[in-house]
């Protein structure tokens, strides 16, 4: 993991952005391990030094922000364009961080 975002560092021009949303192990540690790929336990602290070592400046961290899901689609774009808009209910349903890291 370390390894790829490094790379990605180094493709991204100067201010560029690199945007993440991640399963954040802190919140939904039941279910975490569900999934075959789901090796490394990442909370948002984890990533955020992660990325700032590498060299990004963390613009953006929310460590709950969507729910976690394994469906590709929401099921109803106008309950998640509520959501969306409701960031109350992010600290009660959500389980998945978003961060905005630029170089």
């Not at 690199?18 to 975490?32: D, R």
């Amino acid at each position: 993991m370390v390894s790829i975002l490094a790379v990605c560092y180094q493709l991204l021009n100067q201010g560029g952005s690199l945007l993440i949303i991640q399963p954040n192990f802190k919140y939904c540690y039941k279910e975490y391990y569900d999934f075959i790929d789901h090796q490394l336990p990442i909370t948002h602290l984890s990533l955020q030094e992660i990325l700032t070592t590498i060299g990004f400046k963390i613009e953006v961290l929310i460590s709950r922000f969507l729910p976690y899901s394994t469906k590709g689609n929401p099921s109803s774009p106008l309950l998640l364009s509520i959501y969306l808009r409701l960031p109350i209910f992010w600290s009660i349903l959500g389980s998945q961080m978003f961060i905005k890291a630029v170089k």
